[in-house]
Each structure stands twice: as C-alpha cells, then as structure tokens.
C-alpha cells in the first residue's frame, strides 16, 4: 500500500525557513508526480506547489512563487518543500500527495492525486 509520511513541520517566526519531506513508503517516487497542498483552518484546500515523476516540471501557486522551492531526490524517495520568507497567512496544515500519472500541471489541481499523507502542522507566528 502506497504511503507518505510528511515532517518538517513546526513553529517559525516570520521572515523564517522550513524543509518539509515527504517520504514515501511501498513505493518507489519515480515514476509519481507529487504535490503539496495546504489547508488553514475555515479555508479551502489549496495546492502549494507541484513535481513532476522526472522533476523537469514544477509548478507554484501565485501565493509562493519566489518563496518556496520544491525539489525531489529520487535516490532517497523524498520530496521537499522549501519554504523561506515565510508569513503568518501561510500556517497551515501541509499534505503531500502522489500522482500515478507523473504530471505537474498548473495550478496542481488536487484531483488528479490519489495518495494523501496525513499532514505536517505550520505555524508561522512571532
């Protein structure tokens, strides 16, 4: 059974930096596009950023566009969300998730994910 495991997540100042992973488990990331998504509480799902199974394709949403940086290593079957400069708005709730077909698209519509991780906590507060 496919799993992801997010970590990383935490209490920042604003201004601050945070790594999230997502680690996957019975399987193997290459041939999955993986994306990130975030939900803060009394809002709406949004998608965060996204990779595609070859990493040639990433996409971010308007929101963490220059701010945050998603990377993946095959090698050690683990995605990253770098996220620098960050802001109170962007506490939240962090889920990666996993797609057979290995796309990125824009603006990472969480439809076309299949496998969730059941979520890493940020909170960026002074």
């Known amino acids: 059974q496919l799993q992801l495991v997010e970590s990383g997540g935490g209490l920042v100042q604003p201004g601050g930096s945070l790594r999230l992973s997502c680690a996957a488990s019975g399987f193997t990331l290459d041939d999955y596009g993986i994306g990130w998504f975030r939900q803060a509480p009394g809002k709406e799902r949004e998608g965060v950023s996204c990779?595609?199974?070859?990493?040639?394709?990433?996409n971010y949403a308007d929101s963490v566009k220059g701010r945050f940086t998603i990377s993946r290593d095959n090698a050690k079957n683990t995605v990253y969300l770098q996220m620098n400069s960050l802001k109170p708005e962007d506490t939240a709730i962090y889920y990666c998730?996993?797609?057979?077909?290995?796309?990125?698209?824009?603006?990472?519509?969480?439809?076309?994910?299949?496998?969730w991780g059941q979520g890493t906590q940020v909170t960026v507060s002074s």
């Open positions: 990779i595609s199974s070859s990493g040639s394709r990433t």
């Open positions: 998730a996993a797609d057979d077909k290995g796309r990125s698209w824009y603006p990472c519509p969480s439809r076309l994910y299949n496998d």
